[in-house]
């Protein structure tokens, strides 16, 4: 592998993704892949892992409320906001690992990392060139067509935000029975279904499913659990692909 590929892992709050960051690191150690991983989530009280580089070490939301006087969500807020004056101190640690892929785990709150500056400054530090994302659906939200639609307004809102390539994954398959998942999956590949279960669902959201159709923001979703190990293969040959099959960047964009 040439240079370091960063990983993060993004979705809404208790989507899953601290045990996908176990999962792939365990999946990567299964293919005797060097990799590192890094919590950037202040407020995390348990991490199923052991980070190589955690935000923890400087600063937690716990911290940040006793320092600054502020509530939880204030809290919450400056501490996602402080993850970016660490930047450079992540990038220095990491170069201490001989690691060829970094593994992100980002705050619980989707918001919190992905809508503020933090992001972009962490991922200039890291070379925007050598990021992904895997975007978690919530398996519960993406049930009904609407919160399937919502989860894709999420995404889609992450790709405008960090502009790097982003792999769309059904989070926690494990705990949905086969003919839902078949379900999500098959209005991921086909938005014509998911249109004709939008429309008998909530006949409002008709012009709202064409803009995002048309722009190609509904795209096939890879099932995966962190119980079962389930599709990790293939979100990983998804990354190889976008960085290694030599095709345009732009056309692997979402
Ligand atoms: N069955 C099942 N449970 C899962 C899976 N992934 C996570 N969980 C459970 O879902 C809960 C939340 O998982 P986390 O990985 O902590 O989610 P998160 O997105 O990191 O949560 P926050 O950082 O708090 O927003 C935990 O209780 C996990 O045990 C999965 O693939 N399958
Ligand atoms: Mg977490």
């Not at 989530?41 to 716990?62: C, M, Q, S």
């Not at 400054?121 to 925007?128: C, L, Q, V």
């Not at 509904?218 to 293939?234: A, E, F, K, Q, Y």
Request: glycine share 6%.
């Amino acid at each position: 592998m040439e240079e370091k590929i960063h990983l993060f892992v993004i979705g809404t709050a208790g989507c899953g993704k601290s045990y996908f960051t176990k999962a792939f690191s365990e999946y990567l150690d299964l293919k005797r892949i060097d990799h590192a991983i890094v919590n950037l989530d202040p407020g995390a009280d348990y991490l199923p892992y052991t980070p190589d580089v955690d935000v923890r070490e400087w600063f937690t939301t716990a911290d940040v409320m006793e320092k600054y006087r502020v509530g939880p969500n204030g809290a919450q807020i400056i501490s996602a906001d402080l993850v970016a004056t660490k930047a450079g101190d992540i990038v220095d640690e990491l170069d201490l690992y001989s690691a060829d892929y970094i593994i992100i785990d980002t705050p619980g709150q989707m918001e919190l990392f992905t809508f503020r500056t933090s992001s972009e400054i962490i991922i200039n530090e890291f070379g925007r060139n050598s990021c992904v994302s895997v975007y978690l659906f919530d398996p519960v939200i993406s049930q009904r067509a609407s919160g399937f639609m919502s989860m894709v307004f999420l995404y889609s809102s992450s790709i405008f935000r960090l502009r790097i390539p982003q792999i769309p994954a059904l989070g926690k398959s494990d705990l949905l029975p086969e003919h839902v998942t078949e379900k999500i999956i098959g209005w991921s590949r086909d938005p014509d279904k998911l249109y004709d279960d939008l429309i008998e669902e909530n006949d409002l959201s008709g012009d709202l499913f064409h803009m995002m159709r048309d722009a190609g923001l509904i795209r096939p979703l890879i099932p995966v659990s962190s119980i079962t190990g389930n599709g990790m293969d293939d979100v990983y040959e998804m990354v190889q692909e976008i960085f290694y099959a030599g095709e345009d960047l732009e056309s692997l964009r979402y």
